[in-house]
């Protein structure tokens, strides 16, 4: 029957509508903003975080290192590059996953923010997980990173990060590259010379492969025993070292010779962090 609705039955349309609206709202913002996720769930186990695009609140560690702003420096890049404040890394509860990084770098150019967290505070903070790659090198891995830190709170200071020691807490593999790494020519056989490693995102396999090694401790403390220098710093700041590890390739001269079908276990060191000698309990 197409009569008119009553005055009652408008009062129920509207109470169901507020309720529905109230419900949408609800899940839109549950959608675009996760509370609570520990860092190692944020990096996930595979090369690209599953919280991708999303906003995070109340996320926890301590300050590990944080980016040098240089006075003085032999290369005038350095200068550069780091004449202001970027951002620092921050160290969360680890993972039993060891395909899960613990740390992440949290990305800001705001002074501000900068000069109020040091480096053994524990904070907290909200911030947009994103999949960095610079323009320029759109070949390169990404890096996991929280942009647009926010709601920052500090708990308490001077508090230690334990590093992981390489070669005695882990240890990286030594025969296979990446997962990619197949046929008589290793990775160099993928079409074109480019690696779609990070497109697939499958499941990293930290024990077998040297790359998922490596980005299993994305943005983690770590201490090298013994390192070994193979070469000069870029104007960067930055070198390849090995450490008291298993190695394969080693020459005469005491440095790595690639060879297909061997993978080197290097490490890549970055002179323009500020952070302090880590102590293991």
Same mark, same amino acid.
């Given at each position: 029957m197409g009569g008119a609705a009553s005055h009652s039955d408008s009062s129920f349309l509207g109470l169901v509508m507020g309720k529905l609206l109230s419900w949408f709202c609800i899940t839109a913002v549950s959608v675009s903003a996760v509370s609570s996720l520990t860092i190692a769930e944020i990096q996930g186990s595979g090369w690209q975080s599953p919280y991708n695009g999303q906003t995070v609140r109340n996320v926890t560690g301590v300050v590990s290192a944080k980016v040098c702003r240089r006075h003085n420096s032999y290369h005038a890049s350095v200068l550069i590059r780091y004449q202001?404040? +970027?951002?620092? #890394?921050?160290?969360?509860?680890?993972? @039993?996953?060891?395909?899960?990084?613990?740390?992440?770098?949290?990305? &800001? &150019?705001?002074? &501000?923010?900068?000069?109020?967290?040091?480096?053994?505070?524990?904070?907290?903070?909200?911030?947009?997980? @994103?999949?960095?790659?610079?323009?320029?090198? !759109?070949?390169?891995?990404?890096? @996991?990173?929280?942009?647009? !830190?926010?709601?920052?709170?500090?708990?308490?200071?001077?508090?230690?990060?334990?590093?992981?020691?390489?070669?005695?807490?882990?240890?990286?593999? &030594?025969?296979?590259?990446?997962?990619?790494?197949?046929?008589?020519?290793?990775?160099?056989?993928?079409?074109?010379?480019?690696?779609?490693?990070?497109?697939? +995102?499958?499941?990293?396999?930290? @024990?077998?492969?040297?790359?998922?090694? #490596?980005?299993?401790?994305?943005?983690?403390?770590v201490t090298i025993p013994g390192p070994t220098s193979l070469g000069f710093p870029n104007n960067y700041g930055e070198f390849w070292v090995y450490g008291d590890w298993t190695v394969t390739g080693k020459n005469k001269r005491g440095g790595l010779t690639i060879n297909i079908g061997t993978y080197l276990s290097l490490a890549y060191s970055d002179e323009s962090v500020d952070s302090p000698l880590p102590t293991r309990p």
């Open positions: 202001g404040p +970027n951002g620092f #890394w921050l160290a969360g509860q680890r993972s @039993t996953d060891v395909r899960n990084s613990s740390s992440i770098y949290v990305y &800001t &150019t705001s002074a &501000t923010i900068q000069d109020r967290v040091k480096v053994g505070d524990s904070i907290s903070l909200t911030g947009k997980v @994103t999949e960095y790659k610079s323009p320029s090198s !759109p070949t390169h891995l990404s890096l @996991t990173e929280l942009m647009s !830190p926010a709601d920052i709170v500090v708990g308490s200071s001077n508090n230690r990060v334990s590093p992981v020691i390489l070669g005695k807490d882990r240890s990286p593999p &030594t025969r296979h590259f990446s997962a990619l790494d197949a046929g008589a020519d290793g990775f160099l056989s993928v079409p074109n010379n480019s690696s779609r490693i990070e497109e697939v +995102n499958a499941r990293l396999q930290p @024990t077998k492969y040297g790359l998922d090694f #490596w980005e299993s401790l994305e943005g983690q403390l």
